[in-house]
């Protein structure tokens, strides 16, 4: 059988490290050996790569990958912020992965182990949550926009008191709470400007799809939620159930918080983003009532916290 790999971002391997694991690039659809276990990625080999460019690692060199990125963040010679991008980075494939392989399952495992790396170093490094989130390209994918909403309901799960398995859980929905979108049209969901009647109507069923994905996989009800219900408004008004207040799943009306204000904060092409603070304002204001009003306050404590930690 041949050989099958897992993409893994450049800027997540340091120069300073070498690495513990075979290191291959893609030339005219072959994998290329480039970089033995035990080398180092050289500054001259760095030079000649873009930094949007990935890796690709063989599949059964998994574990020494995750171990590596595991030592590059308990390392206390390195900042912050350095540590912040690799765990981006490092997370931002399995966030590809969500939405672009067969394998569903996998990911919801990788999932658990992900999740915790973040809460982890988020309980360590206060001021984590900003770098994380500053690292973002803030181009509108659909993954880059999963792993954000899943930082943001971590930070606002744990200003409303979640912790240990509910903490995890929560940011395991938020992280798939899209996933109904794998089986929406990618012309729909790349589609630049407002989508017409019957593309409105396809895009409105990502949460049901969602569902019947989770389902399949035997996640927790909570999980099931974040994605059935992260477009429910406390009006009645949303969809897919028209569900109000009281009967949204209290972890799903924390994911349709994040999920707006990261859209809303985004660029996307057609429209600007708007900063951090004009977003729950206008959540606020002219979106009002469609939210939890609890967690809409709490979220500007988060916004608070990472100002001060960026400031
Ligand atoms: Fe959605
Ligand atoms: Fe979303």
Known sequence: ?????????????????????????????????????????????????????????????????????????????????TKAQILRESSLTLAEEIFEQPDVEQALHESKELISNFIEFMDEEPSSMAHLISLSAHDFYTYNHSLDVGIYSLGLG???????????????????????KRNVHVDIICKNGPLDDVEWAQMQKHPLYGLKILTEYGVSEAMKACCFEH?????????????SGPEIHPMARIVAITDTYDALTTKRS??????????????????????????????????????????
């Open 158 to 180: 744990k200003v409303a008191g979640y912790q240990n398995e509910d903490l995890l859980e929560l940011g395991r929905g938020a992280l798939f709470h899209d996933i109904g």
């Open 270 to 311: 057609y429209n600007q983003p708007m900063s951090p603070r004009d977003a729950v304002e206008f959540m606020s204001t002219k979106l009002k009532g469609k939210y939890d009003a609890d967690l809409l306050k709490a979220m500007n404590s988060v916004l608070f916290k990472m100002e001060k930690a960026s400031a």
């Open 231 to 243: 477009h429910e408004s406390f009006l009645g008004n949303g969809y897919p159930q028209q569900l």
């Open 1 to 81: 059988m041949s050989q099958t790999y897992f993409k893994i971002r450049v800027n997540t391997i340091l120069p300073t490290r070498p690495t513990s694991f075979d290191v291959f690039i893609m030339i005219n659809g072959k994998h290329v050996h480039y970089l033995r276990s035990g080398e180092l990625l050289s500054a001259t080999k760095i030079a000649h790569l873009d930094k949007a460019d990935v890796f690709y690692v063989p599949d059964t060199q998994r574990q020494e990958y995750k171990k590596y990125v595991f030592t590059t963040l308990n390392d206390g010679a390195l900042d912050v912020k």
